[in-house]
Nanobody, 123 residues
């Protein structure tokens, strides 16, 4: 089982990035995929999730209207598009596979985790 998050990097405030989460070793199309982030000195937080039918749930107002998520089941990949990035979006971003087809805000419900990719928003 593997989840590989990629696409992080340094971006200026107001810029955009697209993160990818490539999965293998499990029934990808039967599980919801969540995106989490952990900023320096803070706890990990859930930001968004996409269920197996591409229905998206955003958690919290911080990313509403700026982040979008899409899954391509044929490629076992989930994409997180981040627009209008702010310095407070700086964090390590993780993708995780839920233990079922629906989304959850609770990290404990996600059974497989990627290693994380660092996003730094700074001028």
């Amino acid at each position: 089982v593997q989840l590989q998050a990629s696409g992080g990097g340094l971006v200026q405030p107001g810029g955009s990035l697209r993160l990818s989460c490539q999965a293998s070793g499990f029934a990808f199309d039967s599980k919801a995929i969540g995106w989490f982030r952990q900023a320096p000195g803070k706890e990990r937080e859930v930001i968004t999730c996409v269920d197996r039918t591409n229905r998206v749930t955003h958690y919290g107002e911080s990313v509403e209207g700026r982040f979008s998520v899409f899954r391509d089941n044929a490629k076992n990949t989930v994409y997180l598009r981040m627009n209008t990035l702010k310095p407070e979006d700086t964090a390590v971003y993780f993708c995780a596979a839920h233990n079922d087809f629906y989304c959850s805000a609770y990290a404990s419900a996600y059974e497989f985790w990627g290693q994380g990719t660092l996003v730094t928003v700074s001028s």
